[in-house]
Protein backbone atom coordinates (compact mmCIF):
# COMPACT_ATOMS: atom_id res chain seq x y z
CA UNK A 1 0.00 0.00 0.00
CA UNK A 2 1.10 3.53 -0.75
CA UNK A 3 1.17 4.83 2.52
CA UNK A 4 3.00 2.04 3.89
CA UNK A 5 5.73 2.46 1.37
CA UNK A 6 5.65 6.13 2.41
CA UNK A 7 6.31 5.49 5.71
CA UNK A 8 9.11 3.62 4.95
CA UNK A 9 11.15 5.70 2.66
CA UNK A 10 10.57 8.48 5.52
CA UNK A 11 11.94 6.73 7.86
CA UNK A 12 14.81 4.82 6.30
CA UNK A 13 16.05 8.34 5.38
CA UNK A 14 15.72 9.71 9.02
CA UNK A 15 18.55 8.96 11.41
CA UNK A 16 16.05 6.17 12.80
CA UNK A 17 16.52 4.02 9.65
CA UNK A 18 20.52 5.16 9.22
CA UNK A 19 20.80 3.86 13.17
CA UNK A 20 19.05 0.47 12.32
CA UNK A 21 20.76 0.35 8.89
CA UNK A 22 17.30 -0.06 7.15
CA UNK A 23 17.52 -0.11 3.03
CA UNK A 24 17.45 3.22 1.09
CA UNK A 25 19.18 4.85 4.93
CA UNK A 26 22.14 5.19 3.19
CA UNK A 27 24.34 3.09 5.64
CA UNK A 28 27.67 1.50 3.82
CA UNK A 29 26.26 -1.76 5.50
CA UNK A 30 22.74 -1.30 5.09
CA UNK A 31 20.54 -4.38 5.79
CA UNK A 32 18.54 -5.54 2.69
CA UNK A 33 14.90 -6.12 2.46
CA UNK A 34 14.60 -4.59 5.84
CA UNK A 35 11.56 -2.08 5.84
CA UNK A 36 10.45 0.41 9.23
CA UNK A 37 6.69 -1.13 8.89
CA UNK A 38 8.05 -4.77 8.54
CA UNK A 39 9.89 -4.30 11.41
CA UNK A 40 7.25 -3.81 13.67
CA UNK A 41 4.89 -6.34 12.42
CA UNK A 42 7.83 -8.88 13.12
CA UNK A 43 8.25 -7.85 16.60
CA UNK A 44 4.25 -8.60 17.17
CA UNK A 45 4.77 -11.54 15.99
CA UNK A 46 7.85 -12.65 17.81
CA UNK A 47 5.80 -11.23 21.23
CA UNK A 48 2.87 -13.80 20.51
CA UNK A 49 5.34 -16.42 19.75
CA UNK A 50 6.93 -15.55 23.18
CA UNK A 51 4.25 -14.39 25.22
CA UNK A 52 3.80 -17.85 26.77
CA UNK A 53 6.40 -16.98 29.16
CA UNK A 54 4.42 -14.88 31.27
CA UNK A 55 2.21 -17.31 32.46
CA UNK A 56 4.92 -20.31 32.40
CA UNK A 57 7.76 -18.54 33.74
CA UNK A 58 5.71 -17.39 36.51
CA UNK A 59 3.94 -20.49 37.08
CA UNK A 60 7.43 -22.82 37.66
CA UNK A 61 9.62 -19.93 39.53
CA UNK A 62 6.17 -19.83 41.98
CA UNK A 63 6.55 -23.84 42.70
CA UNK A 64 9.66 -22.33 44.37
CA UNK A 65 7.78 -20.51 47.02
CA UNK A 66 10.07 -17.80 46.37
CA UNK A 67 10.46 -16.54 49.60
CA UNK A 68 7.37 -17.85 51.40
CA UNK A 69 8.63 -19.52 54.82
CA UNK A 70 7.06 -23.06 55.20
CA UNK A 71 5.72 -24.11 58.94
CA UNK A 72 3.77 -27.35 57.90
CA UNK A 73 4.73 -29.56 60.55
CA UNK A 74 5.45 -33.18 60.18
CA UNK A 75 2.18 -33.89 58.76
CA UNK A 76 2.70 -31.52 56.15
CA UNK A 77 6.44 -30.77 55.66
CA UNK A 78 6.57 -29.36 52.35
CA UNK A 79 3.14 -27.28 52.86
CA UNK A 80 1.40 -28.82 50.05
CA UNK A 81 -1.71 -27.68 51.98
CA UNK A 82 -0.82 -25.28 54.40
CA UNK A 83 -3.35 -22.53 53.43
CA UNK A 84 -0.96 -19.07 54.48
CA UNK A 85 2.04 -20.73 52.54
CA UNK A 86 -0.15 -21.48 49.26
CA UNK A 87 -1.65 -17.78 49.56
CA UNK A 88 1.70 -16.16 49.83
CA UNK A 89 3.19 -18.73 47.04
CA UNK A 90 0.08 -17.49 44.94
CA UNK A 91 1.57 -13.59 45.88
CA UNK A 92 4.69 -14.89 44.64
CA UNK A 93 3.15 -15.64 41.04
CA UNK A 94 1.86 -12.71 40.74
CA UNK A 95 5.31 -10.95 41.10
CA UNK A 96 7.22 -12.66 39.11
CA UNK A 97 4.78 -12.03 36.02
CA UNK A 98 4.74 -8.54 36.82
CA UNK A 99 8.58 -9.00 36.74
CA UNK A 100 8.72 -11.42 34.03
CA UNK A 101 7.12 -9.26 31.46
CA UNK A 102 8.98 -6.07 33.37
CA UNK A 103 12.62 -7.48 32.25
CA UNK A 104 11.47 -8.83 28.72
CA UNK A 105 10.23 -5.52 27.44
CA UNK A 106 13.30 -3.97 29.31
CA UNK A 107 16.24 -6.77 28.09
CA UNK A 108 14.49 -6.64 24.41
CA UNK A 109 14.25 -2.80 23.84
CA UNK A 110 17.84 -2.67 24.73
CA UNK A 111 18.84 -5.36 22.59
CA UNK A 112 17.22 -3.86 19.70
CA UNK A 113 18.56 -0.42 20.43
CA UNK A 114 22.02 -1.06 21.28
CA UNK A 115 22.82 -4.33 19.23
CA UNK A 116 20.52 -3.68 16.35
CA UNK A 117 19.75 -7.40 16.00
CA UNK A 118 16.30 -8.77 15.80
CA UNK A 119 16.39 -11.20 18.63
CA UNK A 120 13.77 -10.44 21.95
CA UNK A 121 15.14 -11.63 25.62
CA UNK A 122 13.17 -12.97 28.51
CA UNK A 123 13.97 -15.83 31.23
CA UNK A 124 14.88 -18.55 29.71
CA UNK A 125 13.29 -22.03 29.88
CA UNK A 126 14.92 -24.74 30.59
CA UNK A 127 16.65 -22.34 32.99
CA UNK A 128 13.84 -21.72 34.76
CA UNK A 129 13.25 -25.53 35.32
CA UNK A 130 16.62 -25.68 36.87
CA UNK A 131 16.41 -23.01 38.73
CA UNK A 132 13.43 -24.57 40.33
CA UNK A 133 13.49 -27.88 40.74
CA UNK A 134 16.91 -28.76 41.09
CA UNK A 135 18.43 -25.68 42.96
CA UNK A 136 15.60 -24.06 44.81
CA UNK A 137 13.68 -27.31 44.55
CA UNK A 138 9.64 -27.43 45.00
CA UNK A 139 8.47 -25.19 48.01
CA UNK A 140 12.05 -24.50 49.05
CA UNK A 141 12.92 -28.37 49.19
CA UNK A 142 16.43 -27.88 47.11
CA UNK A 143 20.16 -27.22 48.75
CA UNK A 144 20.02 -23.76 48.14
CA UNK A 145 17.54 -20.77 49.27
CA UNK A 146 15.59 -18.68 46.86
CA UNK A 147 17.21 -15.87 47.70
CA UNK A 148 20.97 -17.38 47.80
CA UNK A 149 20.22 -18.67 44.03
CA UNK A 150 19.30 -14.69 42.98
CA UNK A 151 22.73 -14.03 44.14
CA UNK A 152 24.16 -16.40 42.20
CA UNK A 153 22.27 -15.43 39.52
CA UNK A 154 23.01 -11.65 39.87
CA UNK A 155 26.92 -12.57 39.90
CA UNK A 156 26.54 -14.59 37.26
CA UNK A 157 25.23 -11.44 35.10
CA UNK A 158 28.13 -9.66 36.04
CA UNK A 159 31.06 -12.31 35.01
CA UNK A 160 29.25 -13.02 31.91
CA UNK A 161 29.81 -9.45 31.45
CA UNK A 162 33.34 -9.17 31.49
CA UNK A 163 33.39 -12.61 29.45
CA UNK A 164 31.52 -11.02 26.67
CA UNK A 165 33.43 -7.45 26.87
CA UNK A 166 36.84 -8.96 26.53
CA UNK A 167 35.54 -12.03 23.97
CA UNK A 168 36.07 -14.87 26.40
CA UNK A 169 32.05 -15.92 26.02
CA UNK A 170 32.16 -15.86 22.74
CA UNK A 171 35.46 -18.18 22.52
CA UNK A 172 33.83 -20.45 25.24
CA UNK A 173 31.25 -20.83 22.95
CA UNK A 174 32.82 -21.61 20.00
CA UNK A 175 35.22 -24.12 22.14
CA UNK A 176 32.71 -26.42 22.56
CA UNK A 177 32.47 -30.05 21.28
CA UNK A 178 29.91 -29.67 18.84
CA UNK A 179 27.99 -32.48 19.64
CA UNK A 180 27.54 -31.38 23.48
CA UNK A 181 26.22 -28.34 21.96
CA UNK A 182 23.55 -29.97 20.43
CA UNK A 183 22.62 -32.57 22.93
CA UNK A 184 22.36 -30.05 25.06
CA UNK A 185 19.38 -28.47 23.31
CA UNK A 186 17.95 -31.76 22.79
CA UNK A 187 18.19 -32.64 26.36
CA UNK A 188 16.63 -29.86 27.61
CA UNK A 189 13.35 -29.89 25.10
CA UNK A 190 13.29 -33.55 26.72
CA UNK A 191 13.49 -32.05 30.48
CA UNK A 192 10.81 -29.51 29.52
CA UNK A 193 8.49 -32.27 27.99
CA UNK A 194 8.92 -34.34 31.40
CA UNK A 195 7.70 -31.07 33.27
CA UNK A 196 5.02 -30.71 31.10
CA UNK A 197 3.59 -34.14 31.99
CA UNK A 198 3.99 -33.56 35.66
CA UNK A 199 1.00 -31.92 38.15
CA UNK A 200 2.48 -29.19 38.87
CA UNK A 201 3.70 -27.42 36.03
CA UNK A 202 1.76 -29.92 33.46
CA UNK A 203 -1.42 -31.83 32.68
CA UNK A 204 -0.72 -34.54 35.05
CA UNK A 205 -0.05 -37.22 32.67
CA UNK A 206 2.71 -38.37 34.86
CA UNK A 207 3.73 -39.05 38.99
CA UNK A 208 6.70 -40.92 40.41
CA UNK A 209 6.01 -44.29 41.45
CA UNK A 210 8.07 -46.90 43.74
CA UNK A 211 8.39 -49.95 41.69
CA UNK A 212 9.24 -48.28 38.32
CA UNK A 213 11.06 -44.34 37.97
CA UNK A 214 7.76 -42.77 36.84
CA UNK A 215 3.74 -43.83 35.75
CA UNK A 216 0.67 -43.06 34.30
CA UNK A 217 -1.25 -40.85 36.27
CA UNK A 218 -4.08 -38.80 35.21
CA UNK A 219 -6.52 -38.66 38.26
CA UNK A 220 -7.42 -35.89 40.06
CA UNK A 221 -5.30 -34.58 42.56
CA UNK A 222 -8.00 -34.89 45.38
CA UNK A 223 -7.51 -38.91 44.14
CA UNK A 224 -3.58 -38.97 45.06
CA UNK A 225 -2.50 -41.49 47.44
CA UNK A 226 -1.30 -39.09 50.63
CA UNK A 227 1.51 -41.68 50.80
CA UNK A 228 2.76 -42.75 47.94
CA UNK A 229 1.37 -40.45 45.60
CA UNK A 230 -0.08 -42.39 43.10
CA UNK A 231 -3.04 -42.65 41.22
CA UNK A 232 -5.39 -45.91 42.30
CA UNK A 233 -6.02 -47.37 38.91
CA UNK A 234 -10.00 -46.74 38.88
CA UNK A 235 -8.87 -43.17 38.55
CA UNK A 236 -6.15 -42.75 35.97
CA UNK A 237 -7.08 -40.80 32.92
CA UNK A 238 -9.86 -39.52 34.74
CA UNK A 239 -9.32 -35.93 35.25
CA UNK A 240 -11.22 -33.48 33.03
CA UNK A 241 -8.36 -30.72 33.18
CA UNK A 242 -6.56 -33.59 31.64
CA UNK A 243 -8.22 -34.22 28.43
CA UNK A 244 -8.66 -30.23 28.36
CA UNK A 245 -5.42 -29.92 28.68
CA UNK A 246 -4.46 -32.50 25.53
CA UNK A 247 -7.12 -31.52 22.99
CA UNK A 248 -7.40 -27.45 23.91
CA UNK A 249 -4.03 -27.12 24.72
CA UNK A 250 -1.99 -29.58 22.86
CA UNK A 251 -3.86 -30.81 19.56
CA UNK A 252 -5.41 -27.23 19.06
CA UNK A 253 -2.76 -25.87 19.05
CA UNK A 254 -0.50 -28.14 16.63
CA UNK A 255 -3.45 -27.71 13.97
CA UNK A 256 -3.22 -24.23 14.13
CA UNK A 257 0.69 -24.42 13.87
CA UNK A 258 0.28 -26.73 11.09
CA UNK A 259 -1.21 -24.18 9.16
CA UNK A 260 1.05 -21.45 9.96
CA UNK A 261 -1.75 -19.20 12.27
CA UNK A 262 0.21 -16.56 13.91
CA UNK A 263 0.08 -16.52 17.55
CA UNK A 264 -0.84 -20.26 17.65
CA UNK A 265 0.78 -21.13 21.17
CA UNK A 266 -1.03 -18.07 22.79
CA UNK A 267 -4.16 -18.90 21.35
CA UNK A 268 -4.00 -22.88 23.01
CA UNK A 269 -3.27 -21.50 26.24
CA UNK A 270 -5.87 -18.77 26.05
CA UNK A 271 -8.51 -21.24 24.83
CA UNK A 272 -7.88 -24.12 27.82
CA UNK A 273 -7.68 -20.50 30.34
CA UNK A 274 -11.05 -18.97 29.08
CA UNK A 275 -12.42 -22.69 29.76
CA UNK A 276 -10.94 -22.96 33.05
CA UNK A 277 -11.81 -19.76 34.45
CA UNK A 278 -15.76 -20.13 35.19
CA UNK A 279 -16.33 -21.22 38.72
CA UNK A 280 -18.31 -23.90 39.97
CA UNK A 281 -16.87 -26.34 37.77
CA UNK A 282 -15.24 -29.56 37.55
CA UNK A 283 -12.18 -27.67 35.68
CA UNK A 284 -12.57 -24.77 37.00
CA UNK A 285 -9.06 -22.93 38.32
CA UNK A 286 -10.81 -20.75 41.21
CA UNK A 287 -12.33 -23.47 43.37
CA UNK A 288 -14.53 -22.13 46.55
CA UNK A 289 -11.08 -22.07 49.07
CA UNK A 290 -9.50 -19.49 50.53
CA UNK A 291 -6.90 -19.60 47.92
CA UNK A 292 -9.56 -20.14 44.99
CA UNK A 293 -11.29 -16.90 46.28
CA UNK A 294 -7.60 -15.22 46.98
CA UNK A 295 -6.32 -15.68 42.97
CA UNK A 296 -10.47 -15.21 41.89
CA UNK A 297 -10.30 -11.55 43.11
CA UNK A 298 -7.03 -10.89 42.04
CA UNK A 299 -8.43 -11.95 38.34
CA UNK A 300 -11.46 -10.11 38.81
CA UNK A 301 -9.42 -6.59 38.38
CA UNK A 302 -8.23 -7.75 34.73
CA UNK A 303 -6.33 -4.35 34.27
CA UNK A 304 -3.68 -3.42 36.75
CA UNK A 305 -0.38 -2.62 37.71
CA UNK A 306 0.78 -5.09 39.99
CA UNK A 307 3.43 -4.36 42.35
CA UNK A 308 6.14 -6.51 43.50
CA UNK A 309 6.19 -6.47 46.68
CA UNK A 310 7.90 -10.51 47.67
CA UNK A 311 10.61 -10.89 45.01
CA UNK A 312 12.03 -7.60 45.05
CA UNK A 313 15.91 -7.33 45.75
CA UNK A 314 15.80 -10.29 47.85
CA UNK A 315 19.34 -11.39 47.13
CA UNK A 316 21.38 -12.99 50.11
CA UNK A 317 24.81 -12.48 50.50
CA UNK A 318 25.71 -14.48 53.52
CA UNK A 319 26.26 -17.70 51.77
CA UNK A 320 29.09 -19.17 53.93
CA UNK A 321 26.46 -21.93 54.87
CA UNK A 322 25.39 -22.84 51.34
CA UNK A 323 29.22 -22.42 50.08
CA UNK A 324 29.10 -25.82 47.98
CA UNK A 325 25.64 -25.51 46.87
CA UNK A 326 26.41 -21.61 45.67
CA UNK A 327 29.83 -22.50 44.03
CA UNK A 328 27.67 -25.57 42.01
CA UNK A 329 24.49 -23.76 40.88
CA UNK A 330 26.70 -20.52 39.84
CA UNK A 331 29.09 -22.59 37.67
CA UNK A 332 26.18 -24.60 36.24
CA UNK A 333 24.43 -21.52 35.66
CA UNK A 334 27.10 -20.03 33.94
CA UNK A 335 28.03 -22.63 31.77
CA UNK A 336 24.52 -23.44 30.60
CA UNK A 337 23.47 -20.10 29.93
CA UNK A 338 26.80 -19.78 27.46
CA UNK A 339 25.09 -22.66 25.71
CA UNK A 340 21.75 -21.56 25.89
CA UNK A 341 22.11 -18.01 25.09
CA UNK A 342 25.12 -17.95 22.45
CA UNK A 343 23.56 -21.07 20.66
CA UNK A 344 20.44 -19.18 19.98
CA UNK A 345 22.00 -16.10 19.13
CA UNK A 346 24.07 -17.58 16.83
CA UNK A 347 21.41 -19.14 15.05
CA UNK A 348 19.39 -15.90 14.95
CA UNK A 349 21.44 -14.28 13.83
CA UNK A 350 22.37 -16.99 10.91
CA UNK A 351 18.73 -16.73 10.25
CA UNK A 352 18.99 -13.24 9.66
CA UNK A 353 21.82 -13.40 7.61
CA UNK A 354 24.13 -11.07 9.78
CA UNK A 355 26.92 -14.30 10.38
CA UNK A 356 30.27 -13.23 9.04
CA UNK A 357 31.91 -17.13 7.63
CA UNK A 358 35.43 -15.71 8.02
CA UNK A 359 35.38 -14.76 11.59
CA UNK A 360 32.05 -17.19 12.43
CA UNK A 361 31.39 -13.96 14.35
CA UNK A 362 28.28 -11.64 14.06
CA UNK A 363 27.62 -7.84 13.69
CA UNK A 364 27.57 -6.22 17.25
CA UNK A 365 27.92 -9.55 19.16
CA UNK A 366 29.72 -7.99 21.77
CA UNK A 367 27.50 -5.40 22.82
CA UNK A 368 24.57 -8.37 22.47
CA UNK A 369 26.29 -10.71 24.86
CA UNK A 370 26.52 -7.61 27.03
CA UNK A 371 23.11 -6.18 27.23
CA UNK A 372 22.45 -10.17 27.80
CA UNK A 373 24.57 -9.92 30.95
CA UNK A 374 23.61 -6.91 32.05
CA UNK A 375 19.98 -8.27 31.59
CA UNK A 376 20.58 -11.43 33.97
CA UNK A 377 21.85 -9.44 36.61
CA UNK A 378 18.88 -7.12 36.78
CA UNK A 379 15.65 -9.93 36.31
CA UNK A 380 17.76 -11.54 39.47
CA UNK A 381 17.12 -8.50 41.03
CA UNK A 382 13.05 -8.31 40.47
CA UNK A 383 13.53 -11.69 41.17
CA UNK A 384 13.51 -14.16 37.67
CA UNK A 385 15.74 -17.03 36.90
CA UNK A 386 18.33 -16.08 33.88
CA UNK A 387 17.57 -13.78 31.11
CA UNK A 388 18.77 -15.50 27.74
CA UNK A 389 18.22 -15.06 24.00
CA UNK A 390 14.35 -16.84 22.76
CA UNK A 391 14.55 -18.90 19.96
CA UNK A 392 10.52 -18.00 19.11
CA UNK A 393 12.81 -14.47 18.05
CA UNK A 394 12.62 -16.71 14.58
CA UNK A 395 8.88 -15.54 14.58
CA UNK A 396 10.03 -12.06 13.98
CA UNK A 397 12.62 -12.97 11.40
CA UNK A 398 10.59 -15.18 9.71
CA UNK A 399 8.63 -12.29 9.07
CA UNK A 400 10.86 -9.74 7.76
CA UNK A 401 12.20 -8.76 10.58
CA UNK A 402 16.10 -7.96 10.20
CA UNK A 403 17.40 -5.30 12.27
CA UNK A 404 17.30 -4.26 16.06
CA UNK A 405 13.41 -2.45 15.38
CA UNK A 406 11.72 -5.96 15.47
CA UNK A 407 13.43 -6.98 19.33
CA UNK A 408 12.06 -3.15 20.37
CA UNK A 409 8.41 -3.52 19.31
CA UNK A 410 8.71 -6.76 20.90
CA UNK A 411 9.46 -4.86 23.99
CA UNK A 412 6.84 -2.89 23.62
CA UNK A 413 4.65 -5.31 23.56
CA UNK A 414 5.95 -7.13 26.57
CA UNK A 415 5.70 -3.38 28.36
CA UNK A 416 2.01 -3.01 27.59
CA UNK A 417 1.16 -6.84 28.92
CA UNK A 418 2.85 -5.94 32.54
CA UNK A 419 -0.70 -3.91 33.20
CA UNK A 420 -2.38 -7.02 32.11
CA UNK A 421 -1.06 -9.32 35.24
CA UNK A 422 -4.08 -10.41 36.42
CA UNK A 423 -4.67 -12.07 33.58
CA UNK A 424 -1.32 -13.66 33.38
CA UNK A 425 -1.24 -14.68 36.76
CA UNK A 426 -4.61 -17.14 36.25
CA UNK A 427 -3.46 -18.75 33.55
CA UNK A 428 -3.57 -22.77 34.92
CA UNK A 429 -0.62 -25.15 34.78
CA UNK A 430 -2.76 -27.47 32.10
CA UNK A 431 -2.79 -24.65 29.77
CA UNK A 432 0.74 -24.47 29.83
CA UNK A 433 1.58 -28.38 30.06
CA UNK A 434 1.18 -29.34 26.26
CA UNK A 435 3.30 -25.58 26.01
CA UNK A 436 6.15 -27.45 27.09
CA UNK A 437 5.73 -30.83 25.66
CA UNK A 438 5.57 -28.15 21.99
CA UNK A 439 8.56 -26.65 23.03
CA UNK A 440 10.54 -29.67 23.89
CA UNK A 441 9.60 -30.99 20.24
CA UNK A 442 10.70 -27.75 18.49
CA UNK A 443 14.39 -28.45 20.86
CA UNK A 444 14.36 -31.98 19.57
CA UNK A 445 15.32 -30.88 15.81
CA UNK A 446 19.19 -30.70 16.71
CA UNK A 447 19.19 -34.17 17.36
CA UNK A 448 19.62 -34.92 13.41
CA UNK A 449 22.55 -32.31 13.16
CA UNK A 450 24.39 -34.88 15.74
CA UNK A 451 27.51 -37.07 14.40
CA UNK A 452 26.12 -40.31 15.44
CA UNK A 453 28.22 -41.68 12.87
CA UNK A 454 31.54 -41.52 15.26
CA UNK A 455 30.62 -43.35 18.40
CA UNK A 456 32.97 -40.68 20.62
CA UNK A 457 30.71 -38.14 19.27
CA UNK A 458 27.32 -39.72 19.66
CA UNK A 459 27.77 -41.78 23.03
CA UNK A 460 28.71 -38.48 25.16
CA UNK A 461 26.11 -36.66 23.28
CA UNK A 462 23.45 -39.59 24.01
CA UNK A 463 24.94 -39.36 27.53
CA UNK A 464 23.67 -35.46 27.76
CA UNK A 465 20.17 -36.05 26.68
CA UNK A 466 18.85 -39.03 28.59
CA UNK A 467 20.71 -38.04 31.86
CA UNK A 468 19.03 -34.27 32.08
CA UNK A 469 15.59 -35.71 32.07
CA UNK A 470 16.37 -38.75 34.19
CA UNK A 471 18.34 -37.57 36.76
CA UNK A 472 16.21 -34.33 36.85
CA UNK A 473 18.78 -32.47 36.25
CA UNK A 474 20.23 -30.38 33.20
CA UNK A 475 23.70 -29.69 35.49
CA UNK A 476 23.86 -33.42 35.89
CA UNK A 477 23.56 -33.95 32.03
CA UNK A 478 26.04 -31.56 31.41
CA UNK A 479 28.85 -32.66 33.67
CA UNK A 480 28.07 -36.65 32.66
CA UNK A 481 28.50 -35.54 28.91
CA UNK A 482 31.61 -33.62 29.24
CA UNK A 483 33.53 -35.63 31.17
CA UNK A 484 32.68 -38.70 28.98
CA UNK A 485 33.68 -36.66 26.15
CA UNK A 486 36.87 -35.75 27.75
CA UNK A 487 37.55 -39.96 28.90
CA UNK A 488 36.82 -41.42 25.62
CA UNK A 489 39.05 -39.05 23.44
CA UNK A 490 41.14 -38.07 25.47
CA UNK A 491 42.17 -41.99 26.31
CA UNK A 492 41.97 -42.63 22.04
CA UNK A 493 44.30 -39.74 21.65
CA UNK A 494 46.84 -41.19 24.72
CA UNK A 495 46.26 -44.96 22.27
CA UNK A 496 47.32 -43.36 19.52
CA UNK A 497 50.30 -40.96 20.36
CA UNK A 498 51.94 -44.41 22.28
CA UNK A 499 51.05 -46.56 19.51
CA UNK A 500 53.04 -44.81 17.03
CA UNK A 501 49.76 -43.22 15.34
CA UNK A 502 49.37 -47.04 14.65
CA UNK A 503 46.49 -48.07 16.41
CA UNK A 504 43.26 -45.16 15.89
CA UNK A 505 40.06 -46.06 15.64
CA UNK A 506 38.74 -47.23 12.30
CA UNK A 507 36.48 -44.31 11.07
CA UNK A 508 38.04 -41.93 13.25
CA UNK A 509 38.22 -39.58 9.79
CA UNK A 510 34.32 -39.09 10.79
CA UNK A 511 34.95 -37.52 13.66
CA UNK A 512 33.79 -33.80 14.30
CA UNK A 513 36.49 -31.76 14.16
CA UNK A 514 37.52 -29.50 17.35
CA UNK A 515 40.28 -27.45 18.58
CA UNK A 516 40.84 -24.65 21.14
CA UNK A 517 42.10 -22.19 18.18
CA UNK A 518 38.79 -21.20 17.24
CA UNK A 519 38.76 -18.88 13.42
CA UNK A 520 38.52 -15.03 13.92
CA UNK A 521 40.85 -15.55 17.22
CA UNK A 522 39.85 -15.20 21.21
CA UNK A 523 39.63 -10.98 21.16
CA UNK A 524 36.70 -9.07 20.63
CA UNK A 525 37.03 -7.01 17.56
CA UNK A 526 37.20 -3.57 19.61
CA UNK A 527 40.32 -5.14 21.07
CA UNK A 528 42.05 -5.78 18.16
CA UNK A 529 41.38 -2.43 16.88
CA UNK A 530 42.75 -0.94 20.20
CA UNK A 531 45.68 -2.59 19.84
CA UNK A 532 46.56 -1.29 16.00
CA UNK A 533 46.22 2.39 17.10
CA UNK A 534 42.74 3.23 15.35
CA UNK A 535 41.88 6.28 17.59
CA UNK A 536 37.75 4.96 16.64
CA UNK A 537 38.44 1.56 18.11
CA UNK A 538 34.84 1.72 19.58
CA UNK A 539 33.32 1.94 15.46
CA UNK A 540 33.24 -1.28 13.35
CA UNK A 541 35.08 -1.17 10.29
CA UNK A 542 33.40 -2.97 7.19
CA UNK A 543 33.98 -6.50 6.68
CA UNK A 544 36.37 -7.99 4.16
CA UNK A 545 33.71 -10.54 3.89
CA UNK A 546 30.44 -10.69 2.27
CA UNK A 547 27.87 -10.25 4.22
CA UNK A 548 25.18 -12.50 4.22
CA UNK A 549 22.63 -9.79 3.20
CA UNK A 550 24.78 -8.93 0.50
CA UNK A 551 24.55 -12.48 -1.31
CA UNK A 552 21.38 -12.10 -2.98
CA UNK A 553 21.89 -9.33 -4.91
CA UNK A 554 25.63 -11.21 -6.33
CA UNK A 555 24.17 -14.11 -6.56
CA UNK A 556 22.94 -13.29 -10.51
CA UNK A 557 26.22 -11.97 -11.10
CA UNK A 558 28.07 -15.17 -9.88
CA UNK A 559 25.72 -17.13 -12.20
CA UNK A 560 26.77 -15.20 -15.06
CA UNK A 561 30.51 -14.60 -14.26
CA UNK A 562 30.17 -19.07 -13.96
CA UNK A 563 28.32 -19.21 -17.94
CA UNK A 564 30.56 -16.79 -19.11
CA UNK A 565 33.87 -18.12 -17.94
CA UNK A 566 34.99 -21.53 -17.70
CA UNK A 567 37.53 -20.88 -15.27
CA UNK A 568 35.35 -19.07 -12.30
CA UNK A 569 36.47 -17.85 -9.48
CA UNK A 570 35.90 -19.79 -6.35
CA UNK A 571 34.37 -17.34 -4.57
CA UNK A 572 31.18 -17.74 -7.11
CA UNK A 573 30.24 -21.43 -6.26
CA UNK A 574 30.81 -20.00 -2.22
CA UNK A 575 28.46 -17.10 -2.72
CA UNK A 576 25.90 -19.42 -4.27
CA UNK A 577 25.77 -22.09 -1.43
CA UNK A 578 25.46 -19.45 1.04
CA UNK A 579 22.26 -18.73 -0.88
CA UNK A 580 21.10 -21.81 -0.94
CA UNK A 581 21.52 -21.71 2.82
CA UNK A 582 19.65 -18.53 3.54
CA UNK A 583 16.66 -20.09 1.18
CA UNK A 584 16.38 -23.30 3.22
CA UNK A 585 16.03 -20.96 6.30
CA UNK A 586 12.93 -19.27 4.70
Avoid at 120 to 128: K, V
Avoid at 300 to 306: E, R
Wanted: net charge negative; hydrophobic share 45%; proline share 5%.
Amino acid sequence: MGWIHDINVKVAKSPVGHWFQLEGSGHPKERKGSHFMTELRAGVAAFFAMAYILAVNSSIVADTGGTCVCNGGPDDPVCDVNEDYLLCAAEVKRDLVTATAAISALSSFCMGLFANLPVSLAPGMGLNAYFAYTVVGYHGTGAVPYSVALTAIFVEGWVFFALALFGLRQWLARAIPRSIKLATSVGIGLFLTLIGFTYSEGIGLLTGAQSTPLELAGCPSSALDPDTGLCPDSSKMRNPTLWIGIFCGGVFTVLLMMYRVKGAIIAGILLVSIISWPRGTSVTYFPYTAVGDDAFDFFKQVVGFHKITKTLTVQRWDISEYGGQFGLAFITFLYVDILDCTGTLYSMARFASVIDPITEDFEGSTMAYMVDAISISIGSLLGCPPVTAFIESGAGISEGGRTGLTSIATGLCFFISVFFAPIFASIPPWATGCVLVLVGSMMMQAVTEINWRYIGDAVPAFVTICAMPFTYSIADGLIGGICLYITLNTLTWLIEKLSGGRVVPPNKSEKDHWTWRVRGGVLPPWMIRLSTGKKDFWQQTPPLSQSGSDVAGEEAKAKAKAKAKTNATESAPETIDLQSQGKSFE
